[in-house]
């Protein structure tokens, strides 16, 4: 697919890219909400601890898992991070892309806060997943700055 906004382009496959990691860490938290946190090849001792972390009354929020939100932000991540999307000219296309950013990264924040303070644990593979939305938002507030059109 050729473009004559390679910006644009390059920014899509980068935040896919992301995305479908974030994905990936989700799928793996889902997995390990849904059966067993022992699945999770992560110590459950000491500062680092997966199974504290991902079976806290944190884990579930409404009655939904958090990873099970976290694969549901991705999913709608996905589709605004597309290389098409990043070429659509709409201004709605880039403000939702970093609104849903923005969100991400909020919650990461959040989830660092409760992890350090109120439980005292860190899980690695939900630290994978916050990397990945802090990456994502500053991809996309650093691409959607350098390429919406000067109005």
Known sequence: MRSDRPTEFRLGIAGSLLTLVGIGFSI??????YTDP????????????????TT???????????????LAFFAATLILQLP???MRPEP???WA???LA?????????????????LDAICLYCTGVHVV???????????TAATAPLE
């Open 28 to 33: 793996y938290l889902t997995i390990a909400h």
């Open 38 to 53: 022992k699945v999770l090849a992560c110590s459950e001792k000491g500062a680092v601890n997966c199974a504290k972390v």
């Open 56 to 70: 806290s009354s944190y884990a579930v929020q409404h009655g939904v898992p958090l990873a099970v939100l976290g």
């Open 84 to 86: 098409a999307m990043w």
């Open 92 to 94: 709605i296309v880039r």
């Open 97 to 99: 892309r970093l609104g």
């Open 102 to 118: 923005t969100t991400g990264v909020a919650g990461a924040v959040w989830l660092v806060w409760v992890e350090l303070f109120r």
């Open 133 to 143: 939305a802090v990456a994502l938002f500053a991809l996309t507030a650093v691409g």
